[in-house]
């Protein structure tokens, strides 16, 4: 199966945890073959998916001898000459770290210039990213921050949803709005809601009602392991099959709208 997902959400909702577990939900199903991107620039999805501290992760936008061998100029530089289509093929596999069938592959962020710049890091980013979503034959999912700023508007047409992850607080809900709005100026058609933390009914209630213009993918209930794993920095279920149905009635649904 070949599927893009965007995740998107306020700070504090839960929208990392719940990218490493819908990731691993997906690699339960051993002929799935799952990349999860950390496009955040608070970069912790190697924690979600309980990859060792002890394991080096070196962003992509920090690989500064590769985006200079692939672009032809150097990282931290800002006009001139250098290509717009560099060699990205060989990155997923060179550079990802992989538990439980889940390769993990950290964009970092552009430290020069202002949103948008053209400049050897954000070119290769993009130019990743559109490899990713276009060419690879993976399940893709990408924890991005609000801004959704690695999507650019050659990639989003494809991707097959952006879900956006709330919670019943009012913020995380004005949130979602602002969100779907970045995500449509960019072209993605397919904007959800996953309702989370929630805690029962009403809960639930009030994220339908606050949101009626969206489609809601499901609720995923208030968990005390995912709390205490959060608390004690460690990836929740350490056995997926563990997790609430309620991620798998997820993936199930999004596995269902390739077919």
């Known amino acids: 199966m070949s599927l893009k997902i965007a995740i ?25 073959k799952v990349i999860a991107i950390d496009a955040d620039p608070v970069a912790n999805l190697a924690a979600g ?5 002890d394991k080096p992760i070196t962003p992509i936008s920090g690989l500064t001898e590769l985006i200079a061998e692939r672009t032809g100029a150097k990282p931290g530089t800002m006009g ?14 060179r550079f990802s ?5 889940v390769k993990l592959l950290v964009m970092g ?25 276009l060419v690879r034959d993976d399940i893709v ?10 999507l650019g508007r050659a990639t989003s047409s494809s991707v097959d949803a952006l879900i956006v992850v709330v919670n019943p607080g009012a913020r995380s809900r004005a949130a ?34 606050s949101l009626s213009e969206f489609e809601i993918i499901g609720f995923v209930p208030e968990q005390d392991e995912i709390v205490e794993a959060d608390r004690a920095g460690r990836r929740a279920f350490d ?6 149905k309620e991620l798998f009635d997820i993936v199930g649904k999004l596995a269902a709208m390739k077919k």
């Open 8 to 32: 998107g959400g306020k700070g504090g909702v839960g929208k990392t945890t719940i990218t490493a577990l819908l990731a691993r939900c997906l690699a339960a199903d051993k002929n799935n």
């Open 49 to 53: 998916l309980g990859i060792p501290e």
């Open 80 to 93: 001139g000459f250098f290509t717009l289509n560099p060699k990205v093929d060989d990155i997923p596999d």
């Open 97 to 101: 770290l992989q538990r439980d069938g």
């Open 109 to 133: 962020t552009v430290q020069s210039g202002g949103s948008g710049c053209i400049c050897p890091e954000s070119t290769i980013l993009k130019a990743l990213m559109n490899h990713l979503v």
């Open 141 to 150: 999912i990408m924890d991005m921050e609000a801004g959704v700023e690695h």
């Open 176 to 209: 979602a709005t602002k969100i779907r709005k970045l995500g449509e100026d960019i072209g993605i058609k397919n904007i959800l809601i996953l309702g989370n933390r929630v805690n029962g009914p009403e809960d639930e209630e009030l994220i339908r009602q």
């Open 239 to 244: 056995d997926i099959t563990c997790a609430p």
